[in-house]
């Protein structure tokens, strides 16, 4: 089974069976959407404004867990060990279901103790790792919805990063074989060509959707991708 791979900001997203990519902003090589669908033109994306990294959080030490947990998560998709770690590639990568495994059961534990761990808690950096981390639960649908309900809840307190949130909308809609929303998980069909791997609904208008949580249009992300897999 192929294994996509797409940067999500610093941050490797993966999956096995398609493509979801970055959570920043989000952009090379020319690359237009299988679509022909004419779509609305897009205002500038809305600026989020996030806490610095430096800033005080509530919870420093669920912030050091939940980065020390993404560093996993992104060893066994990357192949590369974290400081310490003595693990080859082929380690690594055979370690890659039992991690998710391991994460998604303490996951569930932190969402019972802490609720959604938000900015205020964890930081910019430990609220994006708890993001991924549920992101990447694909092996535990009722804890990714669990998990998104508790994100829409913190993005409407202004306590998490909307952008983060749209991608678990469509991740956990693909999961359920739904339209995706804004349009952010791909993959490959058996040609090789990029597309969504549901469709996107009322897509004529995603982009005033995406613009709306900060993020850019659907041929500017499919511009990233492409460049992430090294395509001209």
């Not at 739904?178 to 952010?184: A, I």
């Not at 058996?190 to 597309?195: F, I, N, R, V």
């Amino acid at each position: 089974m192929a294994t996509a791979v797409a940067a999500a900001g610093s941050i490797t997203a993966c999956s096995a069976d398609g493509v979801s990519g970055s959570s920043s902003g989000r952009d090379t090589p020319a690359m237009t959407s299988p679509s022909s669908t004419r779509r609305v033109l897009a205002p500038a994306p809305v600026k989020i404004d996030k806490p610095p990294l430096g800033a005080s959080v509530g919870r420093p030490e669920l912030r050091a867990e939940l980065l020390a947990m993404l560093a996993q998560d992104q060893a066994v998709r990357t192949g590369t060990p974290p400081p310490g770690d003595k693990r080859t590639p082929e380690e690594l990568g055979a370690a890659w279901e039992a991690t998710d495994r391991a994460n998604a059961q303490r996951m569930a534990k932190i969402l019972d103790e802490h609720g959604w761990p938000g900015w205020n808690a964890v930081g910019s950096n430990g609220a994006q790792a708890a993001w991924v981390l549920i992101q990447h639960a694909d092996l535990d649908l009722p804890l990714q919805e669990r998990g998104l309900a508790l994100m829409k809840d913190a993005v409407a307190a202004d306590d998490a990063d909307p952008s983060d949130l749209a991608y678990l909308v469509d991740r956990v809609r693909v999961a359920k074989n739904e339209p995706q929303v804004y349009g952010t998980q791909w993959g490959r069909n058996p040609a090789g060509k990029l597309e969504p791997r549901t469709p996107i609904e009322d897509e004529v208008m995603v982009d005033i959707r995406r613009a709306a949580v900060g993020l850019g249009t659907i041929d500017a992300y499919l511009k990233e991708l492409a460049a992430a897999f090294g395509e001209r």
